[in-house]
């Protein structure tokens, strides 16, 4: 009983399952030139979905199976092949197309029915699928997300150029000399085995000598000394302190040799190795620090971490190490612990700390460093120290700090090329919180106090600066001194900024043109450099205004030789693609129709679909105008396809029969004519045209009259066109009316001289008919008009005879 219940569902289930399935019953399908439809009729309607791969459409129907006697379509030559296959419960219909399609949609219909949509492709639009590598460095490629890369973004003075003459600084360096702290005198006093009993053989003269910096004199007094004293400890002790008195009063040849002496003389003493250090540190003041940190580096392991002279060689180490710019072994060693270090070593040592990362460019920890050490005197009496403190709070902005720090640093520094530099940071410190016009005399005097040198200039840029800032009428003024700053800078950072300025302010009075070549000539100068990104940010900026300024006065040529120069821009994808269509516009106008085209399908391939539409009208122009009139075709396709009821369809309708009609395809041309023309006059032209030359001189009669009473007037050619439909339909007094208007300079001039003979002999008018005749050829060189005439003036001869 169980089995027979369990046979039963099953049959049910197959039953019921065969109800719910899905039959395609048949095919059928619609063709136009350019969209096909097919459309597959259902027993019921299934769940369908399509899939495309170049020129294959496949369209799944759920649930479905064919019908025995299905039949599908042919090869022709749109469809190449159609094939239908069974996988599992769903019936898959493939298409093979001969191009492949440009788009296709599946849409549901009445009566249980889906519509397969194609618009076709062509050989056309196979041939300028990938635009990119077609445009010649002219691709514009529009991006969802900011490209970080462009110019235009990264500039901060995009928004207001004007900010550059307040805001743009070009960086300075104010390369203050490390000083080097000499060890406590005298070096004897921790000098082993003796030490601080070493002090013993100094005088309290000398020491007072020394507490008030007379090295000379204590130098002397030494060398009297030594000369009587007999103790050779004694004497080799008197003669390092005489040669630390003088290292230490800057003589520089008579420390050295004798330093030199007693390191060679007592190379495996103490006293020979800190003569040795004595002469390092001489070498590092007095002639090349470099030379110092070698043999520092040499002397190293001579002396131990215990030693007395520890802390005060470390020291040397790490301010050689410094001064020449050896900031990795300067790291090392200012991470080294195991150096017992005096409370004054400790806090120097702090110090260098905050310069290590001054130099490294680490300017919020050195700024944190320099701030802990502000109220140290010995901070203060480090002129590189204080520079960099000077520095960090100029850079952190707290700029009332940093005047009076760089005000204070004046006096700690010597050389006027350093001084001005000071003074010119001191100012354009003060510029932050203080009004403009009241620090013009401040850089002015800068300028003059330090002509030519980098401060100087400097000072002068931001004179000029400010009075420019201050004064509209000095424009002209500010021109000149820019220039001849950028004339006369020896640096190439301060004429940057002044040959930047000097265009700016081009810019700025609307002399695009002059800009964009100014701009070009930058920067080939000036391929690295601080203004280089501002710099192309204005050409981008300029190029596009100046573009299009020549387009619209007609300088075509001259609009796509400034674009071709600048390829580049569009290469970087740095310029809006909006750009496109001034360019497109003067390819169009010169004649290179097949560029524009190319120019405006690609501008519909990137934008947007509610942006695109506004393209297809100067493409299919700019198509028509190249002469290829299948493609124009194509394109009209695509856009009635595509905006059914778009805003130019009247304009692209028309460019499709003008093309049909210059393709000689007038039956073509014909069906495509609406069947109530517009109102605006804009068919009637090409409709007279068209029906003129596929002889409907009826209609021919009546468009011109309706075009006659729109405009008042006609064209001689249209005129022609009215008096000869006028002849052809019998109405010759009207024929005649017309004939007579037209002047010797129209196309049909001779032809019209034909008709009113042949209307005027219709007549009876055989003379005046002759007489028109005779006016042909008397004035015609050679036609068949001139033929036909003389043909009838000698049939007329021979008549009379007879």
Avoid at 421 to 437: D, G, V
Avoid at 473 to 496: G, H, V
């Amino acid at each position: 009983m169980i089995r027979i219940f369990s046979l039963i569902l099953l049959l049910l289930f197959a039953w019921f399952g065969d109800l719910a399935a899905s039959e395609l019953i048949r095919t059928s399908r619609v063709d136009t030139k350019n969209v096909l439809q097919i459309y597959f009729t259902f027993d019921q309607a299934p769940v369908f979905s399509g899939t495309s791969n170049k020129r294959r459409v496949d369209v799944q129907f759920e649930g479905t199976e064919a019908s025995e006697t299905l039949q599908l379509f042919s090869p022709d030559d749109k469809i190449v092949k159609t094939l239908t296959r069974q996988n599992k419960d769903v019936l898959i219909v493939s298409f093979f197309f001969r191009y492949e399609p440009q788009q296709y949609k599946l849409t549901a219909n009445a009566n249980n029915s889906v519509v397969l949509e194609v618009l076709l492709g062509n050989e056309y639009s196979t041939s300028y699928k990938n635009l990119a590598e077609k445009l010649k460095g002219l691709t514009v490629v529009d991006r969802a997300t900011p490209d970080f890369t462009n110019p235009y973004i990264l500039s901060p003075y995009k928004s207001d150029w004007t900010s550059f003459f307040s805001n743009y600084e070009s960086e300075i360096k104010i390369k203050i000399p490390v000083t080097f702290t000499p060890p406590p005198f005298p070096i004897i006093e921790i000098l082993p085995p003796g030490g601080r009993e070493n002090l013993d053989l100094l005088t309290e003269d000398m020491m007072i000598m020394a507490e008030n910096q007379n090295w000379d004199t204590l130098a002397s007094t030494i060398l009297a000394k030594i000369q009587i004293t007999t103790a050779p400890e004694a004497q080799k002790l008197l003669a390092l302190t005489y040669g630390e008195a003088l290292m230490r009063s800057g003589n520089f040849e008579g420390a050295f040799k004798q330093l030199y002496l007693l390191k060679e003389e007592y190379a495996q003493e103490h006293l020979g190795v800190y003569a040795n250090y004595l002469l390092i540190w001489l070498r590092a003041r007095y002639e090349d620090p470099f030379i110092a940190e070698y043999e520092y580096r040499s002397l190293a392991p001579q002396i131990s971490h215990k030693s007395p002279l520890a802390p005060y060689f470390h020291l040397s180490q790490v301010e050689t190490s410094l001064a020449t710019q050896e900031y990795k072994h300067l790291n090392e060693l200012l991470l080294l612990d195991s150096i017992a270090l005096p409370a004054e070593i400790q806090e120097r040592m702090k110090i260098r700390q905050a310069d290590y990362w001054y130099a490294t460019n680490q300017t919020v920890k050195a700024y944190a460093a320099y701030k802990l050490l502000e109220n140290s005197p010995l901070l203060r009496s480090q002129p590189y120290s204080s520079g960099g403190y000077c520095s960090t709070l100029y850079d952190q902005k707290y700029f009332q700090d940093a005047a009076k720090e760089y005000k204070d640093l004046k006096t700690l520094v010597s050389g006027e090329k350093l001084i001005g530099l000071i003074a010119y940071r001191e100012n354009m410190s003060k510029l932050q919180f203080t009004e403009r016009q009241e620090l013009i005399d401040d850089f002015a005097q800068i300028e003059n106090a330090y002509p030519g040198t980098d401060a100087g200039l400097l000072a002068a840029i931001k004179a000029t600066d400010l009075r420019l800032l201050t004064d509209n009428q000095w424009t002209d003024k500010a021109l000149e001194n820019y220039q001849r700053i950028a004339q006369t800078a020896s640096s190439r950072s301060i004429s940057e900024e002044a040959e930047f300025k000097t265009i700016l302010i081009h810019a700025l009075k609307g002399e695009n043109g002059l800009v964009v070549s100014m701009l070009r000539n930058f920067l080939r100068e000036f391929q690295i450099g601080g203004v280089r990104i501002s710099a192309q940010a204005l050409l981008i900026d300029i190029l596009p205004k100046e573009i299009k300024r020549l387009v619209d006065a007609g300088d075509y040529v001259d609009a796509l030789v400034l674009a071709k120069q600048n390829k580049e821009l569009f290469q970087n994808n740095w310029i809006n693609s909006d750009f496109l269509v001034d360019i497109a516009e003067a390819y169009h106008k010169v004649g290179i129709y097949d560029e524009s085209q190319k120019l405006y399908l690609y501008l519909i391939e990137i934008r947007s679909a509610d942006e695109r539409e506004k393209y297809y009208l100067p493409m299919i122009q700019a198509t028509f105008d190249h002469g290829n009139f299948s493609l124009v075709e194509d394109y009209a396709a695509q856009y009635t396809y595509n905006y059914p009821e778009g805003k130019y369809s009247n304009e692209i309708l028309l460019l499709r029969i003008k093309a049909l009609v210059a393709d000689e395809r007038l039956t073509e041309a014909l069906q495509a004519l609406p069947s109530t023309l517009p109102d605006d006059g804009s068919f009637h032209p090409l409709a007279a045209t068209l029906f003129f030359r596929t002889d409907n001189y009826d209609k021919t009669i009546s468009t011109l009259d309706e075009l006659l009473a729109m405009n008042g007037l006609l064209t001689e050619q249209q005129n022609f066109f009215l008096a000869e439909s006028s002849y052809q339909t019998g109405n010759f007094s009207y024929a005649a009316e017309i004939f007579n208007k037209i002047t010797k300079d129209n196309l049909f001039y001779h032809q019209s001289l034909y008709r009113l003979a042949e209307i005027n002999r219709e007549l009876g008018n055989d003379e005046i008919a002759l007489t028109f005749l005779q006016k042909i050829v008397e004035t015609e060189e050679n036609s068949k008009w001139k033929q036909y005439a003389e043909r009838d003036l000698q049939y007329a001869t021979q008549k009379d005879r007879y």
